[in-house]
């Protein structure tokens, strides 16, 4: 039997999905197995989900077959998203039809959109969990022990997990993940995470200062500080301005816990990043010399029906200040093609603003309506599907050669690389990124080092996506 399982499971698996696991789940009387899709934010919320359950007695498996509670944190973005969680509640499905007290549960920003009607579409689902309703966790499960259906979808003004020592899962021990504010008050127009995340706030400073100094302290040499718009960070509960915790202010107080411990974060809103956080970027060398800059399209007019903000010229401006300011930074994107109403001029646009912006790197989409967003009510999404994945094909052909540039570019350069582990594919070489978050490989030779380590490492050769190079000294 369990062969046939992991092959139904196996067969609907897809790229992004992964099965955390904690260190000794045989300390645990109790087992649970969680798979996160989405984006990061996602994967923290489910290290705050393990902290929760581990607190209940409930330790994470990697094996769902030895596991009395399956979970997936679930992600709306896209259709196709939705999608892939579906065909996994099937595979699901499948296994609980043989093992009838295993409880399934929905967690995230599907479980948030479709609230308790995911009871009446996927019939083998026992929990329904929304974003900032996992302290209510334990009582579900409890209630769904006793044979009931529960649901919590609450979204809060104030949940921000700040006191919840989330449990590292799947971790390498040098990267982590620390969750800075909670939901997004920018309401693009395309986007359903307002809806499913709740009204923007932000996590208490101190806690989070803590929270990267505790990991260093165990090791870890890199956090990345996550929140959908992290340059509309704010942080002032005694409402006194001289006390206020900006986002540049707080990347200062992360950076100073030791020259050691890189940083850095994600997502930024071109409308918020300011000169501030460039030049504290700048000034302090353990900041990495990277952005994720999502311009969505290259057109003013739809990104003012996408409710962006701001005009092609003020988000060119804004990566000449970049420029500026920090000559090596690299520079990542997201762009949206066939948004509503966007003619083909307009999608020429995208490609010339992605010639002139040269990005290192780019997630590329076609734009998939989601229910209740702005632009599902306002507009008729009315470029034929055919014509949206042309013109993504198009963005992503001229990404892979800038991205081709860029990284070809580095061939002959210096950088100092920060050792993550083995490379995927040989024990024989080390991986780790160098501050322009470009993967960077080389061979470990005979020098005594250890994934956490930083090496400078000179290039040699490049592909697409990966940097290839040699240690020096
Ligand atoms: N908070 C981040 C983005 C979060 S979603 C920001 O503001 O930049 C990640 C990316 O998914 C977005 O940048 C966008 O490019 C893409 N996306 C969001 N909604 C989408 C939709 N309805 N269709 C296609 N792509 C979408
Ligand atoms: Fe969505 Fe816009 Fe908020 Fe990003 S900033 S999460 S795209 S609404
Ligand atoms: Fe998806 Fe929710 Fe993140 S919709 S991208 S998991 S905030």
Request: hydrophobic content about 35%.
């Amino acid at each position: 039997m369990a062969d046939t399982l992991h092959k139904v499971i196996e067969e609907t698996r897809q790229g992004e999905a992964y099965s955390p696991f904690a260190n000794d789940p045989n300390q645990y009387s109790k087992k649970f197995y969680i798979e996160s899709y989405g984006c990061q934010m996602n994967f923290s919320d489910s290290e705050i989900v393990a902290s929760i359950l581990q607190e209940e007695g409930f330790g994470a498996t990697r094996n769902f077959e030895e596991a009395s509670l399956v979970l997936l944190n679930t992600c709306s973005i896209r259709e196709k998203a939705e999608q892939t969680v579906r065909h996994r509640l099937q595979a699901f499905r499948k296994v609980k039809e043989q093992k009838p007290g295993m409880l399934v549960g929905v967690l995230g920003c599907m479980a948030e959109r479709l609230k308790a009607k995911f009871l009446e579409e996927e019939k083998l689902v026992d929990i329904v969990v929304g974003p900032d309703a996992y302290r209510s966790l334990p009582g579900l499960i409890s209630e769904a022990e006793t044979g009931q259906k529960s649901v919590n979808v609450l979204l809060s003004r104030e949940e921000t997990y700040a006191d919840i020592a989330p449990v590292r899962l799947d971790s390498n021990g040098v990267t982590a993940f620390v969750s800075i504010m909670r939901g997004c008050n920018n309401m693009c127009t395309f986007c359903v995470v307002p809806f499913t995340r709740g009204r923007e706030r932000s996590r208490d400073a101190e806690s989070i200062v803590n929270e990267c100094r505790d990991l260093f302290e165990r090791g870890y040499r890199e956090v990345t500080l996550l929140g959908q718009n992290v340059d509309s960070y704010y942080y002032n509960p005694a409402e006194d301005e001289t006390q206020a915790v900006t986002f540049g202010r707080l990347l200062e107080k992360v950076a100073i816990i030791s020259p050691l411990l890189r940083i850095r974060f994600s997502t930024s809103h071109p409308k918020d990043i300011t000169d501030d956080v460039l030049h504290t970027m700048a000034r302090y060398e353990n900041i990495c010399k990277y952005i994720h800059l999502p311009v969505q399209s290259g057109s003013t007019r739809i990104l003012q029906m996408m409710n962006r903000t701001y005009t092609r010229e003020w988000y060119l401006a804004k990566v000449q200040r970049i420029r500026e300011i920090m000559p090596d930074c690299g520079i990542s994107t997201d762009v949206i093609s066939g948004f509503c109403t966007e003619t083909e001029e307009e999608h020429q646009d995208t490609l010339s603003m992605m010639e002139l912006c040269r990005y290192d790197m780019a997630y590329m989409f076609s734009y998939s309506e989601r229910p209740g967003t702005l632009a599902a009510r306002r507009y008729q999404d009315d470029v034929p599907e055919e014509v949206k994945k042309r013109r993504l094909e198009e963005i992503i052909n001229l990404q892979n050669s800038h991205s081709r540039e860029s990284y070809k570019n580095d061939i002959g350069k210096t950088f100092k690389v920060l050792i993550e582990g083995d490379s995927k594919r040989s024990e024989l070489k080390w991986c780790g990124r160098n501050s322009q978050n470009k993967m960077t490989v080389f061979p470990k030779g005979d020098r005594q080092l250890t994934k956490g380590d930083y090496v400078n490492v000179t290039i040699t050769d490049a592909t697409a996506a990966t940097l290839i190079g040699e240690i020096v000294n």
